[in-house]
């Protein structure tokens, strides 16, 4: 693998340049600058060293996006200690199931974990700290608690006249196989993987944005981080892009509702927009298809002459409910609806839909709006290889195999999970199965694996929500399968024993309400099933007695 640069150094000398330069905004609230950013760092490592924290530690990270986590998360890299990034949407049992997995020390946890997770779960951390004021909730050693008590009296004894620029000197990774954090897939146990991201991975994806948005998101550039920066894709391109070329991040800090991203976008006038296909979908569904889904303007798109300066003038408004001044849509983390992908490209308006993978940290294809090809996710992206396993990749699908600098090292802690992910010559199999045309394009046609994308983005995992709801009340077996953006599980129940017991098919679907309401109760917000459908025979099974999921997609 090819020596890269220190990733660590780049976030030093950022600091260093952008001195005093807007840094970090939580959206409607406080804003830190730069050299905000650098005094926040350096409190935080005086707590680590004084409380005790090595370098190749892990620190935990969980809560909503907001410029006190970006601190943190930054502080623990230039630490030379190791972030482990998790998803505030999971539910209490799987962050403590992250935690415990991943050895983690300490914990930074947002205002809302703090109230729902239990400490007593996760008995090896040494402490958990809010992410809002940096104080302790949870303190089991005295270093700690004398570090954070006396953490100012500590900065003011090292640093007694001033902090400045020459004072930022920062952990620089000795290679770029180092580990730079550990990214979980799901938080489950028993299928829980911690991808580890190596420092290459980090530093490959700062390089490939640096390429396809360099001349367009420079210094003092405005960007809104509206994905969650625990999620490979928002962060690495709304935030450690940006961060380390002195772009001003903005945070929303709220649930990202159609009605709070617009007002964002208009205020904000973002100058790159990375977004989940929903969000793009709800905008334009909510406030650009009322507007000319009527017989005037359809007449109007009919007529060729006209046709051409309406669709400039349908274009102008969409670029302008997005704040006005982006210079490009980029699009993943999850399919995109065909007739709204459809209406963009016929107006020209300026998207394109990349692809990645948590293990790819996370990209693995792009390409430019202007040369993107509808339908399709691009091409290889820099640093990377993509191949498909097929005798006719053009016309065959088959899984989509890539390798290069954004590679994963593999899964905490699970070897044989590794082996069967990342073959001998270092490709990694994606699990997706596609096509690619003669001039590079990918084309995603299914997953090969059971998978399943939230419209989020989230990785969805169907056998941990089946093995919940098989436990359940008169559940013989399940299977979940998605329409649209909505999760249905299929049931096919006990029918001998409700014979038995005298119930009939109303009664059955009374209890698999019953079940509906009890199971939601234990899944975070998008794995909810929205219903369950009584299947009346038993699922088709493989020669192995696994259901063929494909009959009932």
């Known amino acids: 693998m090819k020596q890269v640069p220190s990733f660590n150094e ?90 415990n997995h991943s050895d983690a020390r300490l914990l930074f946890a947002g205002d809302h974990v703090v109230g729902t997770i239990d400490p007593t779960q996760m008995p090896h951390l040494e402490g958990i700290i809010r992410n ?33 620029q020459e004072h930022v000197k920062y952990y620089h990774e000795a290679n770029g196989d180092e ?42 550039a405005n960007i809104i981080s509206i994905l969650p920066m625990a999620h490979m894709y928002g962060m690495a391109f709304e935030f450690l892009y940006e961060f380390i070329r002195g772009c001003h991040v903005y945070y929303l800090n709220r649930t990202p509702s159609p009605a709070i991203i617009a007002q964002a976008f208009a205020d904000i006038k973002p100058k790159v927009i990375i977004a989940v296909p929903l969000v793009i979908e709800k905008i334009i569904r909510k406030r650009v298809f009322p507007k000319i889904q009527n017989n005037r303007m359809r007449l109007l798109l009919q007529m060729p002459v006209i046709s051409k300066k309406v669709k400039e003038m349908i274009c102008q408004e969409v670029v302008k409910a997005f704040g006005g001044e982006f210079f490009e849509v980029i699009i993943g983390g999850a399919a995109f609806n065909r007739e709204v992908e459809q209406f963009l490209h016929q107006i020209q308006f300026p998207f394109t839909v990349g692809y990645g993978a948590t293990e790819c940290a996370p990209i693995i294809c792009y390409e430019d709006w202007r040369r993107f090809v509808p339908g399709s996710c691009g091409k290889a992206a820099l640093h990377m290889e993509v191949k498909i396993d097929s005798p006719d990749p053009q016309n065959i699908p088959g899984e989509i195999l890539t390798r290069g600098l954004n590679v994963m090292l593999g899964y905490y802690k699970n070897p044989e999970a590794t082996a069967e992910t990342i073959d001998p010559d270092g490709w990694y199999h994606t699990g997706d199965l596609g096509t690619i045309d003669d001039e590079g394009n990918v084309f995603i046609n299914g997953r090969s694996k059971n998978m399943l994308l939230g419209a989020n983005g989230q990785n969805i995992y169907p056998e941990e929500i089946e093995d919940r709801l098989n436990s359940m009340t008169m559940v013989v077996e399940s299977i979940v399968v998605q329409r649209d953006t909505k999760l249905v599980a299929l049931v096919y129940p006990d029918f001998d024993e409700a014979r038995n017991m005298g119930l009939n098919n109303e009664d059955l679907q009374a209890i698999m309400n019953q079940n509906l309401t009890g199971l939601n109760q234990q899944l975070p917000a998008y794995e909810k099933i929205s219903s369950i459908e009584i299947h009346e025979e038993e699922f088709a099974k493989t020669p192995k007695k696994s259901i063929k999921r494909y009959l009932y997609k």
């Not at 410029?67 to 403590?96: D, K, N, R």
């Open 10 to 99: 780049l976030l030093e000398q950022s600091i260093i340049d952008h001195w005093d330069m807007d840094a970090l905004t939580d959206y409607k609230g406080q804003t830190l600058q730069f050299h905000d950013v650098a005094r926040k760092i350096e409190k935080v490592h005086i707590l680590f060293e004084n409380s005790g924290i090595q370098k190749g530690d892990k620190i935990a990270l969980c809560g909503r996006n907001s410029s006190q986590w970006a601190v943190a998360f930054i502080a623990t890299l230039t630490y030379g200690a190791i972030a482990v990034p998790i998803l505030h949407e999971f539910m209490p049992e799987q962050i403590h199931n992250i935690v």
């Open 132 to 164: 809002s004021d940096y104080s302790l909730m949870v303190s089991r050693t005295d270093k700690l608690t004398y570090a954070r008590e006396h953490l100012n009296e500590l900065y003011g004894k090292k640093f007694p006249k001033y902090f400045r």
């Open 179 to 220: 580990m730079a954090m550990i990214n979980y897939t799901s938080g489950t146990t028993g299928f829980s993987k911690g991808v580890m991201v190596p420092y290459r991975a980090l530093w490959s994806n700062y390089d490939f944005a640096c390429a396809v948005m360099g001349n367009n998101v420079t210094t003092g």
